[in-house]
């Protein structure tokens, strides 16, 4: 079954690039659970993701039909086998708003492939093909160093930890580096029809599906997960597709002591890769992702070259490792 009708709805709530100050909303409150710190569970070195995002940056930018976009995809696929990960590297031709047709490349594994009971982590890999937020070099590339690498270098690290300790979660795990996230048209038509040209990776991927393919429950998103000063509110489409998940997780945060990271501001919807799983795939999905509602918008950096390794921080990368360990040995 496919949400047409809800899709259409978040697509009017999708977030433009206003900058314009406003109201903020709180879900009602509800009764606090209180989650008690695990005894055993493996320890997320904030320091080891912070490289995994460096090697993704020395590759320079990860471009759709050029060879630092090739040759990083063999990277994370070597990565994904080297932390114990069955993968498979999902090759398509797809077409970007303008036309052009790029060569794209998911990357997906799976970890403990014999348990029935999944989850799936993803992010998208690839960075974005021109600065359009920056006022120099605007037909250029920029890094990603957020935008893209974070999300992967979490990701990373998660799996890193989980293969180094004795004791595994007793779930299984699928993840996959989307493709093709960040081609979608330039901020001045970020607006209603423009949507459908972001996340072109997912949306292959989500409409392709294996027949024999064991869904897994429910998916989380990691996107922009390293920036210093990050926020991540409850956003809308995450709200309407897998509440009780993004309840469990905030509230996980919140009682590991990042309240002030995992905030409980509701804000609208936001096109990002988890619309596709969530509609297409019927993986229902939540989207960690750093937006500023009193801005109405992502970090200064967004798009722009300033997306570099200078505005990642540790503390953040750790703070967003250590929920999502604690919640995947919870499961």
């Known amino acids: 079954?496919?949400?047409i009708g809800l899709l259409l709805?978040?697509?009017?709530l999708t977030f433009s690039c206003d900058t314009k100050e406003r109201k903020r909303v709180e879900f009602p409150s509800k009764p606090k659970k209180v989650f008690a710190p695990l005894d055993s569970v493996p320890t997320f070195q904030a320091?080891?993701?912070?490289?995994?995002?460096?090697?993704?940056?020395a590759f320079g930018p990860r471009v759709p039909n050029t060879p630092e976009h090739k040759n990083c995809a063999a990277y994370l696929d070597s990565e994904l086998k080297r932390l114990g990960l069955e993968t498979e590297m999902q090759s398509a031709k797809v077409t970007a708003f303008n036309g052009d047709?790029?060569?794209?490349?998911?990357?997906?594994?799976?970890?403990n492939p014999e348990i029935k009971d999944r989850i799936l982590l993803f992010a998208h890999w690839d960075s974005r093909p021109f600065a359009d937020r920056d006022s120099e070099k605007k037909n250029k590339p920029i890094l990603g160093a957020n935008d893209g690498a974070s999300g992967v270098a979490v990701i990373l690290e998660l799996l890193r930890s989980i293969q180094d300790y004795p004791k595994k979660p007793t779930i299984g795990i699928d993840v996959v580096f989307f493709d093709a996230e960040d081609y979608g048209k330039p901020s001045s038509s970020m607006t209603g029809e423009g949507n459908d040209s972001w996340c072109l990776g997912s949306q292959y991927w989500?409409?392709?599906?294996p027949v024999d393919y064991l869904k897994p429950k429910y998916g989380i998103l990691l996107d922009m997960v390293g920036a210093e000063n990050a926020v991540f509110p409850k956003e809308y489409a995450s709200r309407q597709f897998a509440p009780e998940l993004q309840d469990k997780i905030w509230g996980l945060a919140n009682d590991l002591g990042y309240g002030k990271l995992f905030i409980s501001e509701a804000v609208g919807g936001i096109t990002d890769d988890h619309i596709y799983v969530?509609?297409?795939a019927e993986i229902p999905s939540v989207d960690i992702i750093h937006y500023e509602p009193w801005r109405r918008d992502f970090g200064t950096f967004h798009h722009t070259h300033e997306d570099n390794l200078?505005?990642?921080s540790k503390p953040t990368l750790g703070a967003v490792g250590e929920v999502l360990i604690e919640f995947l040995y919870r499961e």
């Not at 320091?47 to 940056?57: N, R």
């Open 1 to 3: 079954m496919r949400f």
């Open 9 to 12: 709805l978040i697509s009017l």
């Open 47 to 57: 320091d080891t993701a912070y490289v995994f995002i460096e090697k993704q940056l």
């Open 101 to 111: 047709a790029l060569d794209i490349r998911n990357i997906q594994g799976r970890l």
């Open 206 to 209: 989500s409409e392709n599906l």
């Open 278 to 280: 969530s509609q297409l």
């Open 310 to 312: 200078d505005v990642i």
